[in-house]
């Protein structure tokens, strides 16, 4: 069965920067894409970035260019999300899911746990 | 400001249908992007509930239905069930923001 497991919780001090990691199973990694979604404490989905499982192609947010890489480990099956520069306001739930795309669209069929990231002094 | 604009809550009681709209404009839901529903329970993660306008994956019950017509989506439930109480995301694609995905700002539902 399809499996996303991520890293554990994070707690970072403001400037620092993070990189959360999400370990694949059950599926052939080079066959999809990895989006990242992060979601802040009450708040709703925010779709950070895509990154392919084939050849490392990536396609950021433009509110994180600058500030984000993610990256892949095909030897692994695993996708990393690294951010830097970490704000207060970065402070939130991180997941990571697999990419299903279509002609017409992309759809995220499968989710990690989430990592909480806290962002403070 | 979320790019798909959706009710921040509806409610409705057990044995109910329940729609949220989800309404985009020309660059994603009206450029053709297909639009996706997503279910959330508390504290757990996102779970696919409808892809490609109206396609439920394995194991969503036939209760939940979607459509898209225009520069808008809908999610439809019926049969309300005490267990349908989550926040539910609409989510697509903007041709605007060089094809970078877009969700809803979430709608909650309350099971009454």
């Known amino acids: 069965q399809v499996q996303l497991v991520q890293s554990g919780t994070e707690v970072k001090k403001p400037g620092a920067s993070v990189k959360v990691s999400c370990k694949v199973s059950?599926?052939?990694?080079?066959?999809?894409?990895i989006s990242w979604v992060r979601q802040a404490p009450g708040q709703g989905l925010e779709w950070m970035g895509w990154?392919?499982?084939?050849?490392?192609?990536?396609n950021y947010a433009q509110k994180f260019q600058g500030r984000v890489t993610m990256t892949t480990d095909t030897s692994t099956s695993t996708g990393y999300m690294e951010l830097r520069s970490l704000r207060s306001d970065d402070t939130a739930v991180y997941y990571c899911?697999?990419?299903?795309?279509?002609?017409?669209?992309?759809?995220?069929?499968?989710w990690g746990q989430g990592t909480l990231v806290t962002v403070s002094s | 400001q979320s790019v798909l604009t959706q009710p921040p809550s509806v409610s409705g009681a057990p044995g109910q249908r329940v729609t949220i709209s989800c309404t985009g404009s020309s660059s994603n839901i009206g450029a053709g992007f297909d639009v996706h529903w997503y279910q959330q329970l508390p504290g757990t993660a996102p779970k696919l509930l409808i892809y490609?306008?109206?396609n439920r994956p394995s194991g969503v019950p036939d209760r939940f239905s979607g459509s898209k017509s225009g520069t808008s989506a809908s999610l439809a439930i019926t049969g309300l069930q005490a267990e349908d109480e989550a926040d539910y995301y609409c989510?697509?694609?903007?041709?605007?923001?060089?094809?970078?995905?877009?969700f809803g700002g979430g709608t909650k539902l309350t099971v009454l």
């Open positions: 490609g306008n109206r």
């Open positions: 989510q697509s694609y903007d041709s605007s923001l060089s094809g970078a995905g877009v």
């Open positions: 899911a697999r990419d299903y795309c279509t002609s017409t669209s992309c759809f995220f069929d499968f």
């Open positions: 990154i392919s499982g084939y050849n490392g192609n990536t």
């Open positions: 059950g599926y052939i990694f080079v066959n999809y894409g």
